[in-house]
């Protein structure tokens, strides 16, 4: 079988089968770390916090930690504050002409930036791990604790913050000597960790009466529809082509060549649904401390509810414009092509180039953002039509857009190791195309 010889043909590379070795014993260990809790925290009073994170906001939270959130592990925080605060870092980018001249210093710039990405999450960490206390006092009962006072908090506070740089220290070995992009697959592994799990709670729900083993059938076979879905939307791109003018060096000929540039569909990635989330879930907190009952709060802080994702819908095609805008720079990209002698067939450089790189990308934004939307909301959907919350979440959204990026692009660089030694790839027709970002532009 082909499957089984792609197999022995990535053990026989020596380099390869080291760097997934290497990724499998990491991956092995940051899994244990989510059984650790918190010292001074009984283990076996966690009912409380584990309902709590069954469905809705902190069921996702708790999917991106992979159950160390519902586990008062000290992985509890997960990696998300450093992706918020590379996101952060990001945006001031675009904002601040210091940051922009970091990016353009080459390696150089990219140590600095990755330095105050990590102060930034330390001071995230130390403002959200206290609040996750908080958050522990009001869901456990008092003998869950064993442990009191300021040394309690304290220490946990210390643990928190050294747990999530633990992590975030484990993905960037992922990165240099493993394969695929480490913080992507630590946040694809705590997805995937959990889908057994709700895979067999679903089934059960079925076989006991609602709808039987066809209903069953029927989910498997839309999970799989919305996965090749969700895959054409990764992987779709707008080919512009462009002709170099041709140059003649002695008796060599140079340029002449016609190539194209790829510009995606869903350039902006996950962070528009990552944008839309954060802004949602400010109903949910002032609900949380103000004990309102309004119509508007009520209305949304439920996840599943209409309101709720219609905004979610409309804020996300916003966000993917906005993101595409400050990503995507046609002044830019018709320099650049300028500079090397590049030109789109029938189109004028300079001026026209950028309009018509500015028309294409409106164009393909709109359909990829509705797809996007559709996506993000998908899980709702799938409640409402009968598939328990804990399944649902598998039916879209972020976790179902990281899951799908971070295999191509795992897969992706295993096929470049095996082509590089002339080994066939891992298809028998055409080569797997990764998203060619990182989840820092997850």
Same mark, same amino acid.
Request: charged letters at 15%; aromatic letters at 10%.
């Given at each position: ?126 403002l959200q791990a206290p ?81 039987? &083993? %066809?209903?069953?059938?029927?989910? $498997?076979?839309? /999970?799989?529809?919305? =996965?090749? +879905? ?5 992987? *779709? ?34 962070? &528009? %649904?990552?944008?839309?989330?954060? $802004?949602?879930? /400010?109903?949910?907190? =002032?609900? +949380? ?5 309004? *119509? ?114 795992t897969l992706q660089q ?29």
């Amino acid at each position: 079988m082909r499957f089984i010889q792609t197999i022995k043909n990535i053990f026989k590379i020596e380099d390869l089968r080291a760097r997934l070795i290497y990724t499998l014993a990491i991956i092995t260990l940051y899994r244990l770390g989510k059984y650790i809790t918190l010292p001074g925290i009984d283990p076996s009073q966690l009912a409380g916090l584990k309902n709590q994170t069954s469905s809705g906001i902190m069921g996702l939270l708790d999917m991106f930690s992979g159950g160390a959130f519902s586990q008062a592990s000290i992985f509890a925080l997960g990696i998300m504050p450093y992706i918020s605060a590379s996101i952060v870092v990001q945006l001031l980018g675009i904002v601040f002409p210091y940051f922009q001249k970091l990016q353009k210093e080459g390696e150089s710039g990219r140590r600095k930036m990755n330095q105050y990405t990590r102060y930034l999450t330390v001071g995230i960490l130390i403002l959200q791990a206290p609040t996750y206390l908080v958050n522990l006092s009001a869901q456990l009962p008092a003998t869950a604790f064993v442990l009191e006072g300021w040394f309690f908090k304290f220490s946990s506070v210390v643990i928190l913050t050294a747990g999530t740089m633990f992590v975030m220290w484990l993905g960037e070995r992922i990165t240099d000597k493993g394969i695929g992009n480490g913080i992507s697959l630590i946040i694809m592994i705590g997805i995937v960790a959990r889908m057994p799990a709700n895979f067999v709670f679903e089934a059960g729900a079925r076989m006991n009466g609602a709808g039987g &083993p %066809i209903a069953l059938i029927v989910e $498997i076979v839309i /999970l799989f529809v919305v =996965i090749l +879905g969700t895959i054409m939307l990764v992987q *779709g791109t707008r080919r512009v082509p462009v002709q170099y003018a041709r140059r003649i060096v002695g008796n060599k000929q140079y340029g002449g060549v016609r190539q194209y540039i790829p510009l995606k569909v869903n350039a902006a990635g996950v962070m &528009p %649904i990552i944008f839309a989330q954060a $802004i949602m879930m /400010l109903p949910i907190i =002032i609900a +949380g401390y103000s004990n309102s009952s309004s *119509g508007f709060v009520v209305a949304f802080s439920n996840m599943y509810g209409f309101w709720y994702n219609l905004v979610t819908g409309i804020l996300i095609i916003l966000f993917t414009y906005f993101y595409t805008a400050i990503t995507i720079n046609p002044v830019q990209m018709a320099e650049d092509m300028k500079k090397n002698g590049g030109f789109i067939p029938g189109i004028k450089p300079g001026r026209k180039t950028v309009e018509f790189f500015d028309t294409i990308m409106s164009r393909i934004t709109l359909p990829g953002s509705v797809f996007l939307a559709i996506i993000a909301i998908l899980p709702a959907i799938a409640v409402k039509a009968g598939i328990t919350p804990q399944f649902a979440q598998f039916y879209g959204g972020t976790s179902l857009l990281i899951l799908v990026g971070v295999v191509l692009d795992t897969l992706q660089q295993i096929e470049s190791h095996l082509l590089m030694r002339h080994y066939d790839g891992l298809m028998k027709s055409g080569r797997v195309k990764g998203r060619s970002g990182a989840v820092t532009s997850i």
